[in-house]
Each structure stands twice: as structure tokens, then as C-alpha cells.
């Protein structure tokens, strides 16, 4: 099973330009997530999906857009990156419906670097 | 929204002791679930424990444990046997069992390091 997969690892930007972060869960979650995580400030919730054909912003969400493009993909896209969306970036899903294993299953995160 | 608050930003612990890392979060809701996950340098995120707040017993994982005190919402995780393979962050974070997407919301995070 590769459970949460996103792309890239890796990615530097340059002030100005854009780029989507691409997530895929196949354990047919309904909930899917976007955090990032900053030394000391622990993981941030910019953007959910409870189910398919729904978003909603969570903490921290501006700067970002999503899609959920399906029940498996769920995508995060910065429109003009700054050098504040330098970061970890952790797509996450769930079985939100369930009252067991109801934890988040986590992608292995990108590390976002814009200068 | 629901605090997660992690009060020890560095804990130290030998090889073989045991060490708690505490957890409180405030919440107005009753139904509600508790978790711990490890963060080792690779990065990836890994549950080590969870908790139903209706369940009143602590739940246990091999040589983790909690103490969960749903009154005073608190929710320390005991790791017993300490090995240096537990070196890591350690989040805890709260989920509502109720509002919608049901996101998981995380303390900042508690860095161990063992010790030999």
C-alpha cells in the first residue's frame, strides 16, 4: 500500500512564481488535508476537505488555493510564493465517517523553500 | 477553535528510564479523540497512540502509555524503556468526533532526546 503520496520532496522557488504540491491517498478516505509545519509552531492546518466536492480553509490559509479533483487527489497550489510559504508541507487523510482508526494518515511532506 | 498546549519544547531521557510528556487542550465538546505522533529526523509523521474521550480506560502500546485526565484535558504519553531509536518530536493533537472534516488540530511539539 503506498497510503499518502505526495510531489515533489523537494522543490526552491523564486519569489513571484507559482506551483502546485500534488497529493494521492488510496485507502479511500473520505477527509483529506493540507498542513505546513515551521520550527516551533508545530503543524498548521491551511486547508481541508471533508468529502469529495468540498474545501474549506483551515488556519492559516491565505496565499494558498486547493482542488480536490477527485475522492484520491487533493492538491495545494501557491498562485505567487513569498519567501513566508517557505516551509514543510504535509498532505494528510483520514476516515473521518468511522468511530475507529479515525487517525490522519500523513504524506512524507514537501520541503518548500522560496527565495 | 481547540488550544493543543505542549509546555516542554526539550525533553531529556536516558536509555531504558521513563520519561512523560505532557498535553493539555481546551475544548467545550465531550465527544472527541486524542493522539500522539512521533516525528524521527526522516520526517514522516507516525501515530503512536490514541484515546477516545468516551473511553474512560488509558490506552497502552507496547511501552507507551497515557495518562488521560478528561476533566483537567489533560493527555501525557509515558514511554517506558526508553530506547534511542525514540528520539524524535512528539505532537499531540485533538480531533473533533462532531465538526465537520474532523481536522486533526497539533500542540507545537516536544523534541526528545535519549541518552545512552
Same mark, same amino acid.
Given at each position: 500500500?503506498?497510503?499518502?503520496?505526495?510531489?515533489?520532496?523537494?522543490?526552491?522557488?523564486?519569489?513571484?512564481?507559482?506551483?502546485?504540491?500534488?497529493?494521492?491517498?488510496?485507502?479511500?478516505?473520505?477527509?483529506?488535508?493540507?498542513?505546513?509545519?515551521?520550527?516551533?509552531?508545530?503543524?498548521?492546518?491551511?486547508?481541508?476537505?471533508?468529502?469529495?466536492?468540498?474545501?474549506?480553509?483551515?488556519?492559516?490559509?491565505?496565499?494558498?488555493?486547493?482542488?480536490?479533483?477527485?475522492?484520491?487527489?487533493?492538491?495545494?497550489?501557491?498562485?505567487?510564493?513569498?519567501?513566508?510559504?517557505?516551509?514543510?508541507? +504535509?498532505?494528510?487523510?483520514?476516515?473521518? +465517517?468511522?468511530?475507529?482508526?479515525?487517525?490522519?494518515? +500523513?504524506?512524507?511532506?514537501?520541503?518548500?523553500?522560496?527565495? | 477553535? /481547540?488550544?493543543?498546549? /505542549?509546555? /516542554?519544547?526539550?525533553?531529556?531521557?536516558?536509555?531504558?528510564?521513563?520519561?512523560? &510528556?505532557?498535553?493539555?487542550?481546551?475544548?467545550?465538546?465531550?465527544?472527541?479523540? &486524542?493522539?500522539?505522533?512521533? /516525528?524521527?529526523?526522516?520526517?514522516?509523521?507516525?501515530?503512536?497512540?490514541?484515546?477516545?474521550?468516551?473511553?474512560?480506560?488509558?490506552?497502552?502500546?507496547?511501552?507507551?502509555?497515557?495518562?488521560?485526565?478528561?476533566?483537567?484535558?489533560?493527555?501525557? &504519553?509515558?514511554?517506558?524503556?526508553?530506547?534511542?531509536?525514540?528520539?524524535?518530536?512528539?505532537?499531540?493533537?485533538?480531533?473533533?468526533?462532531?465538526?465537520?472534516?474532523?481536522?486533526?488540530?497539533?500542540?507545537?511539539?516536544?523534541?526528545? &532526546?535519549?541518552?545512552?
Amino acid at each position: 500500500n503506498a497510503g499518502v503520496t505526495q510531489t515533489p520532496k523537494f522543490q526552491v522557488l523564486k519569489t513571484g512564481q507559482s506551483m502546485t504540491l500534488q497529493c494521492a491517498q488510496d485507502m479511500n478516505h473520505n477527509s483529506m488535508y493540507w498542513y505546513r509545519q515551521d520550527p516551533g509552531m508545530g503543524l498548521r492546518l491551511i486547508y481541508y476537505s471533508a468529502s469529495e466536492g468540498t474545501t474549506d480553509k483551515g488556519e492559516v490559509p491565505n496565499g494558498y488555493n486547493v482542488s480536490r479533483l477527485n475522492k484520491r487527489e487533493f492538491s495545494l497550489r501557491l498562485e505567487s510564493a513569498a519567501p513566508s510559504q517557505t516551509s514543510v508541507y +504535509f498532505c494528510a487523510s483520514s476516515d473521518s +465517517f468511522r468511530r475507529s482508526n479515525t487517525e490522519a494518515f +500523513f504524506g512524507q511532506g514537501t520541503r518548500l523553500t522560496v527565495v | 477553535a /481547540q488550544t493543543v498546549t /505542549q509546555s /516542554q519544547p526539550e525533553m531529556s531521557v536516558q536509555e531504558a528510564e521513563t520519561v512523560t &510528556l505532557s498535553c493539555t487542550y481546551d475544548t467545550s465538546e465531550s465527544d472527541y479523540y &486524542l493522539f500522539w505522533y512521533k /516525528q524521527p529526523p526522516s520526517r514522516q509523521m507516525i501515530l503512536v497512540i490514541r484515546q477516545e474521550a468516551y473511553k474512560q480506560q488509558n490506552a497502552t502500546e507496547n511501552r507507551f502509555s497515557v495518562n488521560f485526565q478528561k476533566a483537567a484535558k489533560s493527555f501525557s &504519553l509515558k514511554i517506558s524503556d526508553s530506547q534511542l531509536g525514540d528520539a524524535a518530536m512528539y505532537f499531540c493533537a485533538y480531533r473533533s468526533a462532531r465538526r465537520s472534516g474532523y481536522a486533526l488540530n497539533f500542540g507545537k511539539g516536544t523534541s526528545l &532526546l535519549v541518552t545512552p
